[in-house]
Nanobody
Framework: QVQLAESGGGLVQAGGSLRLSCAASGLTFSRRTMGWFRQAPGKERDFVAAISWTGGNTNYADSVKGRFTISRDNAKNTVSLQMTNLKPEDTAVYYC???????????????????WGQGTQVTVSS
């Protein structure tokens, strides 16, 4: 079965950095757009970043542009999110998600991602 396992979350001070990783199994990873989303307490789940199956196309939420970088390693079936200059408003549970094989188009809508990980908590203190 499909499994997406996030890791790397934790507590960090504002201005600090964290690197999240997502290990995928049970799917054709190299043919799927992968995304990162986040959900803060009491708020809806928001798009953070996405990367196409080749890695040639990336997409970021305006709130994280210039601070977060998404990358993937198709040989290792992993997708990562390097987060720098973290702010308290980045505090949330971060989720890794996978699109269907070779699905293009909109990368930001969570309904287009049928597979999700369990999430990892990121807490940024001020």
């Amino acid at each position: 079965q499909v499994q997406l396992a996030e890791s790397g979350g934790g507590l960090v001070q504002a201005g600090g950095s964290l690197r999240l990783s997502c290990a995928a199994s049970g799917l054709t990873f190299s043919r799927r757009t992968m995304g990162w989303f986040r959900q803060a307490p009491g708020k809806e789940r928001d798009f953070v970043a996405a990367i196409s199956w080749t890695g040639g196309n990336t997409n970021y939420a305006d709130s994280v542009k210039g601070r977060f970088t998404i990358s993937r390693d198709n040989a290792k079936n992993t997708v990562s999110l390097q987060m720098t200059n973290l702010k308290p408003e980045d505090t949330a549970v971060y989720y890794c998600a996978a699109r269907p094989p070779l699905a293009g188009g909109d990368m930001q809508t969570d309904a287009r991602y049928p597979f999700w990980g369990q999430g990892t908590q990121v807490t940024v203190s001020s």
